[in-house]
């Protein structure tokens, strides 16, 4: 079973408008998250992290934590055309390996 | 801007041929993780390194070997190259599980 789930797996949006992004970990040992973006024939790159409940904003880009359920969102607002790209969920645990756990992703295309 | 950078970036190989990937960071971290991305699947753990001379499976290490004979380089190996493992491969390199990772370009491998 996938440990970290993502939805949608894709999203269509319009430019300037809010795009929204989920994640849900199935597993309680994952405490800590983390949002990467992959443009088309590039490596991942982190965009940022969250690790306490409730929301941290960077610029245009907030993420919401709720340990409770373990589930993570990343909204991103006045979205633009380089933001069109995969997105990842990605997870680690409280007190383990030095590891990420990556979900299958969201495609998000930004409409001009 | 951290670099990880990888070798090939594109290669093609015979089944049951071995295969050597690449792995080059020169930020000085102390882990360092293979994934492969396949479509539907995300990016998924082969092996990772928390040093040189260490190695650790990750989610999926049947058929991989990795090794780690410097802090800078990390080589993932297929001794018996297989159809299944036709994918796109990410080097990456990291502090620990909380803090950002980096990840070099990828390395599209063909099994034929």
């Known amino acids: 079973q996938q440990k970290v789930q993502q939805s949608p797996e894709s999203l269509s949006v319009p430019e300037g408008g809010m795009a929204s992004l989920n994640c849900t970990s199935s597993d309680r040992n994952f405490q800590y998250f983390w949002w990467y973006r992959q443009h088309s024939g590039e490596g991942p790159k982190a965009l940022m992290s969250i690790f306490s409940d409730g929301d941290k904003k960077e610029g245009r880009f907030t993420a919401h934590l709720n340990k409770a359920s373990l589930h993570v969102s990343l909204h991103i607002r006045d979205s633009q055309p380089s933001d069109s790209a995969l997105y990842f969920c990605a997870a680690s645990e409280q007190g383990g390996a030095d590891r990420l756990t990556f979900g299958k992703g969201t495609q998000l295309i930004i409409q001009p | 801007e951290a670099a990880v950078t990888q070798s090939p970036r594109n290669k093609v190989a015979v089944t049951g041929g071995k295969v050597t990937l690449s792995c080059n960071q020169t930020?000085?971290?102390?882990?360092m993780y293979w994934y492969r991305q396949d479509t539907g699947h995300g990016l998924r753990l082969i092996h990772y390194s928390y040093g040189a001379g260490s190695t650790e499976k990750g989610d999926i290490p049947d058929g991989y070997k990795a090794s780690r004979p410097s802090q800078e380089n990390f080589s993932l190996i297929l001794e018996l190259a297989t159809p299944s493992q036709t994918s796109v491969y990410f080097c990456?390199?990291?502090?620990?599980?909380?803090?950002?990772?980096?990840f070099g370009k990828g390395t599209r491998l063909t099994v034929v």
């Open positions: 930020n000085n971290h102390n882990n």
């Open positions: 990456a390199s990291g502090w620990d599980k909380n803090t950002e990772v980096f």
